[in-house]
């Protein structure tokens, strides 16, 4: 069981392309702080990508890819003293447009981009993004030394440029999985990790409860069937997925269960009562409580949310 892909997987809510286009100096967008993460792929040229104001510009060059996990503010441009528009306003006025800026129409001059975003649901700290760095740089020649990373970003670059039939649909799919391959790539250049969820994931002992718990979430799991799988004492396994996780067994396998739940709300048509008994409640009732402590909402409401978001995005 990939746990780490489970988790984008329950968690995630949807995904979105915010620009694909081509950019004539001087050109600049801002992108404001908000609950999305986000993503640049320069598929030609050159670009500068800002934090903020006070950090340093990092350069981007073409084939590189950057993450910006936390959905922080941050801007990028063609040259660091560039004042960027806001992206409404970049949007508002066909800034994303091919001919965006100045009036140079040089290849030499011009920048491609692809950007995007992807939404995520969670309360409190995301397991996985929590532990991510304010920005992930992929430079091309990682992307380029990665035949599966290459291909997505070529795919995505070819969807984005020659729109057909399905165009939307599979460019959504691909962007699901670059976001994927962006953190394996990461993971990659990564030898040693923080303390945290994803050192748990390589952990024998608490690797193996989380895959269980992910697996069959179900299941009536207790703390001692889980120290008994991992071949530990009860103590030793409550101690060590407290000390990595950053919470005890049972309270991530509730956090898990309601992850679990809520995507089955959002994406199947399951009674709430099946729901409830495939996440490991014996009553709906209990199950509703549960759910409503976690998300604020009682189930049904939950579910009529988020249809509600779906057809006001697809009209």
Known sequence: MDVLADVLSATRIGNTILCGAGFEAPWGIRFDAEPRTHFHFVSRGLCWLRLNEQAPPIQLFQGDVALVPFGGGHIISDSPDTSPLRLAEALASQACSLQHGGQSHSESNSTALICGGYYFEYEGKHPLLSLLPDLIHIPAAQTEGTES?????????????????????????????????????????????????LTALKDPQVGKALALMHEQPG???????????????????????????????????????????????????HV??????????????????????????????????????QGESQS
Not at 174 to 189: G, K
Request: hydrophobic share 45%; charged share 25%.
């Open 149 to 197: 990373l290459q291909t997505v970003l070529r795919l995505i670059n070819c969807e984005i440029s020659h729109k057909e039939v399905g165009t939307t649909t599979v460019a959504s799919r691909l962007v699901d999985i670059l976001f994927v391959y962006i953190l394996r790539a990461w993971l990659a250049r990564e030898p040693e990790l923080p303390a945290g969820w």
């Open 219 to 269: 299941n009536h799991w207790t703390v001692e069937k889980l120290a008994k799988e991992a071949l530990v004492s009860r103590a030793m396994f409550a101690k060590r997925f407290t000390q990595l996780v950053g919470e005890p067994p049972l309270s991530y396998l509730t956090r898990w269960r309601m992850d679990t739940a809520a995507r089955m709300l959002r994406e199947s048509e």
């Open 272 to 309: 709430i009562w099946a729901i409830a008994r495939d996440v490991g409640y014996e009553t709906e009732a209990s199950f509703s409580k549960a759910f409503r402590k976690a998300r604020g909402l009682p189930p049904g409401q939950y579910r009529s949310k988020h249809r509600a978001r």
